[in-house]
């Protein structure tokens, strides 16, 4: 039973991370500002929601669990929120950089 | 050997209630609002100068340091509060110079009728009042981080002082004052975290038991003074200065150059005499002089050079800042009799420079109220209008080009005689260099102000008589220093036997 | 084990050049506005740097005030500025300036370095002393012990520090607007996805600072890490249009302002009468005594940041 | 290395790369940014410092680290009054430099 759920761990750390990095990457590579956007969001809508997944096991306690997933809910929102602020004003600037 | 353990001495709590009543007067200043902050002020100026007396003569009776330790907590886990003779001294200037610009303010910081209240009046009365904790909490503090926050609070309060006319100059002046501030205080921090790491404590007097040469103190103190060097505005980090003390209202410019700038004087004193006294080898010492030596000649030689009667005050301002750093190599190493008048010396300078220098930028002020500006090309004549305010301006200049009998007189024959005993001839050199330099400046100023009538066309305005006495005053406080038998100085001497000087 | 230490010592070490090359792109970068967002990434990372040295307390007030609340300060005022820094562009300094500061840049932090190395083995620590007085305090968490008890006087001064700043803001103020609204005119119509963040977000917010002074009396967290949230959350309502600052002229806010640090001086001064010394509390009541002072000194937290933040007054309230 | 030397002579980096920051940048802002990548190394070495004196089951000593808290407040304080006075002087000049502040016409009538 502990080795499946390290197991599980393991993967979605690892799979979180590939995110982050293919996130990062895009960020840097892709042309302007939406699509770097849209990297961006993938790392930490997806990123960050493999690696609670694969911390919740880890968890001390349900309280530890919910925190964590807390954790992921806000920077859902925020991620979303800020992205739509600055795709806006990226609109508005016209297709520079 | 055991470390002594800090205890609280009897009266030790007079410390922490000249800590308590500036911040809580500033803080119910806010509270309360317009004109009650005036008023909170006005309450308050008996209690602090009272506390301040109460204090110095503690100190003198017990002939030994006050100690407060805050909470039970003795150091290094807690913190202490120590006032020495140099402390007391300080604090009952810093009381008397605060008092006089309260009285000099009411007529320029007068919430106006008819409103609730107005941003300079309460801005000032507020700031005042956090001005005053902050020296006190300076002149008390015995643990550099607690030190730290009090040098924080000194800054906080004193740069919004200089731009409370909000004219794009002082707006200009008070940020690059508040850049050069903040840097300092960077680099002090960063020289108290390295003496942390090394000693495992920031109390003075434990670091005064615990410190050894080597690299991380000489590092620590090098970060300490340059940074406390920028300031105090000692040449070349005088840069800020002048422009922030000259465009200041003038109760502020007061305070600003009698005071604040002192505030990280003394903290010099405080590293190298109690902090590291081991350390204070004789080259860092003469270092600090020769800073000192600059100060004065390229100070006064730019206040000769000045148009505006304020940016020449300022600049005198610069200058004698560097007597106070004369006291360096004069005052350390064995403490025979040469480095006792030293230090009496220095001590005594920053105190009369303190009287007499806000005196004179009072008396700036109120000619240039009358004149409505302060040119010294127009000064012609003025003396015959506001005869009380120029006696003043004079009577402070006096003290600073270090004429008998005034107190500058006995601080610079100090520091003349010290030099000269301990065979430091060039530094009595300086001293007398700046006399003249200072006179020459002086007289740029009076000369026209005492003879000159033609240019004087239109009348002044008036002038309150209360705003004219309180300036003179104060100048005559700086003479009177130098009128007291020289035993009464005696003050400034007492708690340097904690730091292992012998008196 | 020595595979874990040395994973842990690579991360180390990558976020230590990473936070180095963030703060170097800071400054060398030419555009202000990219410098100011550089600083907030800076800050994020240096807030992982302090969970990386066991200090959890430090790291989130460093990552809400160091990099949040500093970051929103400098973006604001980069945005202001924007029109005015093309004026600038060409007064930089000469190379030779460039390379004489730059060398001297680099002896000082070689004589940090060299100091560091040669700080003493084992080195000296309070951590013993702290954690035998800390049952006297009542609190669990000893950073909160320090701050409230053992050197509760650096913090009473620096709550000052904060009104004193904040007059000063305010001072700068033009005397016609003098009791108006701090900042200035917000746009008439600010993003909608932003007002839905501001509706949603201040609740949670508020909830978790008090959950973070509550539960900072035992573990990491107090009311310096609560303050700078509730800061946040009413920073975010102010620049959604869903709340607007009060006047500084206001009565109650004064009240708010000034009640941390002088609940605070209150019950130091009744230590003198209580417990024997200025800042001491009565061991039976230590910890109830220190929790007011934190909820008092939160909520003057909180409203003394934001405000500073939204900077002197700048226009009227509306009629 | 262990993590105490590496984070060491990080936060002297940056200590020397913000005093060069503040000392080259001419625009008041980029100063203040500067200024505070400077604190920051300070406060790090105060952490590394605490770090080094781990003991009796805690993971750092506590009083270095609660200065460090004290002193990010502080510095933000500082920060808002730079901010203040710099943004003031913007609208005034519509400038941001500190070089060539015009003089007021009146020729110094102060007080």
Known sequence: MSLALDILSVLAISAGAFFFLAGTVGLLRFPDALTRLHALTKADNLGLGLVVLGLLPRADGALGALKLIVVWLLVLVAGATVSQLIARVAQRAGPAP | MPEPVAVSTPGGALLVWALMFPAAGALFALALGGRHAERVVLALMPVGLGLAVAIAARVLRADAALVYVVGGWAPPLGIALRADGLSAAMMITTAVVICATGLF??????????????????????????????????????????????LELLTFAAVPLVCLDGRADTLAAALRYLLFALLGSALYLLGAALLFGAYGTLDIVLLSDRVRAEPAAWTAGTLITVGLLAKSALFPLHLWLPPAHAGAPAPASAVLSALVVKGAF??????????????????????????????????????????????????????????????????????????????????????????????????????????????????????????????????????????????????????????????QWWWALVIVAGGLLTGAYLFRVLTPALTGGEAFLPPPAPVARSREAVVLALALISMLLGLLPLASFGLVQVGRADMGVTP | MTIAVTIAWAFDALLAATVLAVALWTIVTRETFAAVVGFVAFGLLVALVWVRLAAPDVAMVEAAIGGGVTGVLLLGAAARLRGVEAATAAEWPGKTLRLVTGALCAAVAAALAATMLLLPDPAPTLAPEAAANLASTGVGNPITGVLMAFRGLDTLLEKVVLVLALIGVWSLAQDSQWGGLPGPQRQAQPDQSLVFLAR????????????????????????????????????????????????????????????????????????????????????????????????????????TLALLVAGPPERMPPR | MSETTLFGLGASALVGLGLYGFVIHPEPLRKLLAFN????????????????????????????????????????????????????LGQKTGRATLRDVPSPPGDGTTS
């Open chain 4, 37 to 88: 990548l400077l604190v920051s190394g300070v406060f790090l070495l105060f952490g590394v410092i605490a770090r080094r004196g781990a003991a009796v089951g805690m993971g750092g000593d506590p009083i270095p680290q609660a200065l460090v808290i004290t002193g990010i407040v502080v510095a933000f304080a500082g920060s808002a009054l730079a901010v203040g006075l710099l943004l003031r």
């Open chain 3, 200 to 303: 949603l977000l201040p609740p949670v917010g508020i909830v978790i600072g008090v959950y973070l002074l509550w539960t900072g009396a035992d573990e990491p967290g107090g009311a310096f890490q609560g303050g700078a949230l509730l800061a946040a959350m009413w920073l975010l309502a102010m620049m959604a249009g869903l709340a607007a600052p009060p006047p500084v002229g206001s009565r109650r806010l004064r009240l708010v302002l000034v009640a941390g640090p002088a609940v605070f001086v209150a019950i130091g001064l009744a230590g003198f009468a209580l417990a024997d010394a200025f800042l001491a509390y009565p061991q039976a009541y230590a910890k109830p005594l220190i929790i007011v002072i934190e909820i008092a000194l939160m909520l003057s937290i909180a409203a």
């Open chain 2, 266 to 423: 003394i903290l010099i004193v405080r590293l190298w005499f109690d902090v590291m006294p081991g350390l204070l080898t004789n080259a860092a010492a003469q270092v600090l002089a020769a800073l000192g030596a600059a100060a004065i000649v390229f100070g006064s030689v730019l206040a000769l050079r000045q148009a505006r009667l304020k940016m020449l005050v300022a600049y005198s301002t610069v200058a004698q800042i560097g007597y106070l750093f004369l006291m360096f190599p004069l005052a350390a190493g064995s403490a025979g009799p040469a480095s006792l008048g030293a230090w009496t010396g220095g001590l005594l300078q920053a105190i009369s420079h303190a009287c007499a220098k806000a005196a004179m930028f009072m008396a700036a002020g109120l000619i240039a109220q009358a004149l409505g500006h302060d040119r010294i090309a127009g000064l012609g004549g003025i003396a015959r209008a506001l005869p009380v305010t120029v006696f003043a301006f004079g009577l402070g200049g006096l003290s600073l080009m270090g004429l008998p009998p005034s107190g500058g007189f006995v601080a610079k024959w100090l520091l003349l005689s010290a030099a000269i005993d301990t065979g």
């Open chain 2, 105 to 150: 303010a009411r007529a320029e910081f007068q919430t106006p009728q008819g409103l609730p209240e107005a941003r300079a009046p309460l801005a000032f009365w507020a700031l005042l009042l956090g001005l005053w904790g902050a020296l006190n909490a300076v002149l008390v503090g015995d643990d550099l981080f607690n030190l730290f926050v009090a």
